[in-house]
């Protein structure tokens, strides 16, 4: 079975300018979940969906918005890139969306902003 | 507020090495979940292993163990006999069944450490 895969799997944009990153999960699960991971860090949660509904959103700025479609596949939103906006975006499905929940990841897009 | 602690920024060992990387985490809640991921050079983060607050028994997966420890807030992980294909970056994190936000309720967000990086020299 196919893992989480994510599109495109390299990026360069220069600041100011708008990005889409896409997901698709396992087959069977319902949740997707974004984590940024900053060069040297830990990753930081962005958003979860479950059955095509935000579930949580973390500590960032509204220029970063998603939606789930009903294939369950998700795309991840920054409008007005800055600079430190470069990372790599990690995306994560599961089978549900609770905190026992195993989140499988997918191997990242990697987002440069120059 | 969830937070977990790897001290260990980077380890360095020779092949056949036992290797512990360490894990210290902070939550209010008293059901809740820890993970070890690890992260290769690809980027991809692969599943290691899932304990629930409610389990302390060790676990034991080949040459890796884990020790879950209440008492300390810890949740260790060891290598035994390390391998060159060990070397990675290692992640520990922690979900609560449901984390409330200012913004309101986020079920099952993971909340990571820093990362340990591990190279195991042949």
């Known amino acids: 079975d196919a893992g989480v895969t994510q599109s495109p799997t390299h990026l360069i944009k220069t600041r100011g300018q708008h990005v889409t990153l896409r997901c698709s999960p396992i087959?069977?699960?319902?949740?997707v979940s974004w984590y940024q991971q900053v060069l040297g860090q830990g990753p930081q949660f962005i958003f979860q969906?479950?059955?095509?509904?935000?579930?949580g959103r973390g500590n960032f700025p509204d220029r970063f918005s998603a939606r789930q479609f009903p294939n369950y596949s998700s795309e991840l939103n920054v409008n007005a890139l800055l600079l430190g906006d470069s990372a790599l975006y990690l995306c994560?499905?599961?089978?549900?969306?609770?905190?026992?929940?195993?989140?499988?990841f997918g191997a990242g897009t990697r987002l440069s902003v120059l | 507020a969830q937070k977990v602690t790897q001290a260990q920024t980077e380890i360095s060992v020779v092949e056949k090495e036992d290797v512990t990387l360490d894990c210290v985490y902070e939550?209010?809640?008293?059901?809740?979940?820890l993970f070890w991921y690890k992260q290769p050079p690809s980027g991809e983060l692969v599943f290691l292993i899932r304990?629930?607050?409610?389990?302390?028994q060790n676990e034991i997966s080949g040459r890796y163990s884990w020790n879950f420890q209440k008492s300390t807030s810890s949740f260790n992980f060891t290598i035994t006999a390390s391998q060159v294909v060990d070397s990675a970056v290692y992640f520990c994190?922690?979900?609560?069944?449901?984390?409330?936000?200012?913004?309101?309720?986020?079920?099952?967000?993971?909340?990571f450490g820093q990362g340990t990086i591990l190279t195991v020299h042949p």
């Open positions: 087959s069977g699960h319902k949740s």
């Open positions: 994190a922690l979900s609560e069944e449901k984390f409330r936000s200012a913004g309101g309720t986020s079920y099952g967000k993971l909340t």
């Open positions: 939550t209010r809640d008293t059901t809740y979940y």
């Open positions: 304990r629930n607050s409610f389990d302390e």
């Open positions: 969906y479950y059955e095509k509904e935000e579930r």
């Open positions: 994560a499905s599961s089978l549900g969306d609770r905190g026992h929940d195993i989140q499988y």
